[in-house]
């Protein structure tokens, strides 16, 4: 009796040991716990946005972490990564290092290895790592559209303006030639009788029938189906459609950064789509600029 | 000690209340108490009470189970107390005497004490006073 | 007023004692565990007889339940993280609840319903009968013999089920995601494995144990505090589960703060 159940709690004991000391070691092993570890020592000026245990990335994959930040006694910070066995073939001597700071998601370090032939990156060797800002290029790459933009507007402000104004230029012009069509049409007799020539009377009506036909054309010019302020319009309407899918997106920004601090793939398309809103933009102000005069002759010259 | 007052502890088999003293105090195996206690029963005739439990035991038997559990320890002195209170089935002294001597090699001194009425299934008249 | 903050007093200065009996019983406890001379032949008997009686004899019953508990757990979690859209964090659920939460906790329900009311029962009854009192008599140290195998008998019992429940639930889970969600095991392993940490797992093994040492201690100290009388047994085995439960739930939120941090 005891025999057997000395026996029972034994297979009982070994078992579910067994079963648990396996499962341990192969996540030990899966976790890569049992590999030898190479370690590389890299140099940064700025230890911000570093930190312990930081995924080491290679064409997306992750080759290793970062083992221990410290700062040397020139106060330059030396980062040593830890890379298992297999994967420390990635890193060359001509590899570089880059921290990539995305505008969502957790930081990374980078390595990029051009030349796969060249010799292993001796592990003595300090290697000085690039910073990639991710958020603040995004943001320099948005400024001058918007400063551009702003051109425009101010621009257009200023035509629109001087349109309206009674005293602008367009309007000046207009007042003085009905004045003179006025009183010309009341003195045809006059300038017949001052110059005793018909046919001089004659031409200056044509001149002045001309001038209106000018009028006409460009009061097409400017306000006609083609005009030149309806594609003004078009255009405005444009960049006010791509200027709301810009705050869509960076809404999503929002909206993904608080759902998944690390959902890359998202991220990735988010960014693609900001990117490609704000080159659109820049062209559609570009197409503006051709259209509309520059700063400098803000008048229309009328011919 | 042999007495009420120290019952057989009831949920182990009647041979680990032997062995347990030896197991206990000199780390005697499993195999060796259970065999050491088997050879003890041996004498008695008593070898399928090992696997007994304490409610399971006769009187006698309960009472050589006791006996056998005193004499386990290292140069035993047994002190029976009150015996015909644990076998009260029994007339006089002479199961008494003859269970204390098929073990007699295994202890010094045996000291009885009861009360003093019954001296007479003692067989003894002038018994000490208790 | 007056009679009632006496309560309150009597109330709190009780649970202190106890408390603290329950506390300093521990620590001797563990002194004995880690003393050689507590390894006798007699002692290393009742720990085997120990874990038959609280881990072998319930095995068949515990493989099925976890089978069956597991599935079914795994299926809940499976569909509830599919409606919601959360697949990305199956790893973490089924690691975090049914690993480190789920599991610890029914072993140990499992273990106290069935264990430790009998191991209060039991000392209240060699109390009363006065068995202790022969081993006393015997020179036998009642520690040694009798609490140190139950209570480490309590810490392998709880930590081994629960693993076995660990792994029980999650292979059966494994099949029930293959069968039901066409997940294939590779995808499954992976994504445990992805969420499975070393800390999360030493964290859930501390907590089997002090899981498995209290729900063995507090019975057993119970069952001591029963008097000379029998109607004192119930009344022992009753306070002493109570006590179990509390501190099944005090050590539950204890681990969850200890994990939060």
Same mark, same amino acid.
């Given at each position: 009796?005891?025999k057997?159940? $000395?026996?029972?709690v ?13 499962? @341990? ?8 716990l049992? *590999?030898r570890?190479?370690t590389?020592?890299?140099?940064s000026?700025?230890?911000e ?5 930081m ?15 410290e ?17 420390d /073939?990635?890193i060359?001597s001509?590899? *570089?290092?880059?921290?990539?700071k995305?505008?969502i998601?957790s930081?990374?370090?980078?390595v ?8 292993s ?7 000085e @790592?690039t @910073?990639?800002?991710d958020?603040n $290029?995004?943001i320099?790459?948005? /400024? ?5 933009i702003? $051109? ?12 309206a #104004?009674p /005293?602008?230029?367009v ?5 003085n030639?009905? *004045?003179?069509t ?7 007799t ?9 046919e001089s009377?004659k031409?200056?009506?044509e ?10 054309k460009?009061?097409e /010019?400017?306000y006609?189906?083609?005009? *030149?302020?309806?594609?003004i319009?078009k ?12 705050n869509a ?10 759902d998944?601090?690390?959902?890359t ?19 559609l102000?570009?197409?503006? #600029? ?5 700063k400098?002759?803000? $008048?229309?010259k009328?011919? | ?7 057989l ?10 062995a ?5 105090h000199?780390?005697l ?13 041996e004498?008695?005739g008593?070898?399928?009470?090992a696997?007994?439990?304490n ?10 189970v006791m006996l056998?559990?005193?004499v ?17 089935d029994?007339?006089d002294d002479?199961f008494?005497?003859?269970?204390l001597q098929?073990?007699s ?15 007479d299934r ?9 | ?10 109330a709190?200065m ?6 603290? +009996?329950?506390?300093?019983f ?18 290393k008997?009742?720990? =085997?007889?120990q874990i ?5 004899q ?15 757990l ?9 409606n ?13 609840l ?7 906790? =029914?072993?140990?329900?499992?273990v106290a ?5 009998a ?8 109390? =009363?009968n ?7 008599t015997?020179?036998? +140290? ?27 639930a999650?292979?059966?889970g494994?099949i029930?995601?293959?069968l ?21 797992i ?5 907590k089997c144990c ?13 069952g001591?505090s029963?008097?000379? +009388?029998?109607t ?11 006590? =179990?439960?509390?501190?099944i ?13």
């Open positions: 009796m005891l057997k159940t $000395e026996f029972k034994g297979l009982f004991v070994v078992i579910t040991s067994v079963l648990i000391v396996a499962s @341990i070691a192969y996540l030990a092993y899966s976790k890569g049992f *590999t570890e190479h590389f020592t890299l140099s000026t700025t230890g946005d570093l930190s312990e245990g995924p080491v990335l290679f064409s997306g994959y992750r080759i290793g972490r970062v083992g221990k930040l700062l040397n006694d020139k106060g330059i910070l030396l980062i040593t990564i830890r890379v298992p066995e297999p994967h /073939q990635w060359r001509n590899s *570089t290092f880059s921290l990539y995305p505008l998601g930081s990374r370090l980078i990029t290895t051009n030349d796969l032939s060249s010799p990156l001796s592990p003595g060797t300090i290697r @790592i @910073i990639i800002n958020i $290029e995004t320099k790459k948005v /400024q001058p559209t918007l400063e551009k702003n $051109e425009v507007v101010t621009n257009i402000e200023r035509i629109t303006g001087n349109l #104004d /005293q602008g230029d309007n000046r012009i207009l007042r030639t009905e *004045t003179l006025a009183n010309l049409s009341k003195k045809e006059f300038i017949e009788m001052a110059t005793g020539n018909p009377a031409s200056v009506n001149s002045l029938k001309k001038v209106k036909d000018i009028l006409v460009t009061d /010019q400017l006609g189906d083609d005009g *030149t302020l309806p594609l319009r255009i405005l309407k444009d960049i006010i459609v791509k200027l709301e899918k810009l997106a960076l809404d999503n920004v929002v909206k993904i950064s608080a998944a601090s690390d959902s793939k998202d991220f990735k398309l988010l960014r693609a789509e900001i990117d490609s809103t704000v080159t659109s933009i820049a062209k102000v570009k197409d503006l #600029d051709k259209i509309l005069p520059s400098k002759e803000p $008048e229309i009328l011919p | 000690m042999i007495s009420l007052d120290a019952p502890i009831s949920n182990l088999d009647a041979w680990i209340n032997v347990l003293i030896k197991q206990y000199e780390n195996p499993n195999k060796k108490a259970k065999s050491l206690v088997l050879h003890f029963l004498r008695y008593m070898e399928h009470i696997d007994k439990r409610a399971a035991l006769t009187n006698k038997e309960r009472f050589i056998l559990r005193a386990m320890v290292r140069n035993a002195l047994i002190v029976l107390d009150r015996p015909f209170m644990i076998i009260p029994i007339q002479r008494i005497y003859d269970s098929l073990i090699d295994s202890f010094k001194e045996c000291h009885i004490f009861d009360y003093k009425w019954f001296e003692y067989g003894i008249m002038n018994a000490e006073k208790n | 007023m007056t009679e009632f903050i006496e309560k309150i007093g009597k709190s009780n649970a202190t004692a106890t408390f603290r +009996d329950i506390l300093f521990a620590f001797t406890i563990l002194a004995r565990i880690f003393q050689k001379k507590t390894y006798n032949s007699a002692m008997m009742v720990l =085997v007889n038959y009686f609280t881990s072998v319930i095995l068949p019953l515990f493989t099925v339940l976890s089978i069956i508990l597991g599935s079914l795994i299926g809940i979690v499976l569909q509830i993280i599919k919601l859209g959360l697949a990305e964090y199956l790893g973490r659920i089924l690691m975090g049914v690993v480190t939460e789920i599991s610890p906790f =029914v072993t140990v329900l499992l319903l069935r264990s430790s009311s191991m209060n029962a039991e000392i209240a009854v060699m109390k =009363v006065k068995e202790l009192r022969t081993l006393d015997y020179n036998i +140290d009642v520690i040694d013999y009798l609490f140190v195998p139950r209570i480490i008998n309590g810490v392998v019992s709880v930590l081994l089920l629960s693993a076995l429940f660990s792994i029980l999650l292979t059966s494994m029930f995601s293959k039901i969600f066409g997940m294939s095991f590779d995808v499954y392993t992976n994504v445990l494995l992805k969420s499975a940490d070393i800390y999360d030493d964290i859930y093994l501390i002090i899981f498995g040492f209290f729900i063995t201690l507090i019975p057993i100290r119970s001591l029963a008097s000379d +009388d029998l004192s047994i119930p009344i022992a085995v009753l306070q002493g589960m109570v006590k =179990v439960f509390i501190a739930i005090f050590i539950e939120v204890l681990s969850l703060i200890l994990i939060s941090l």
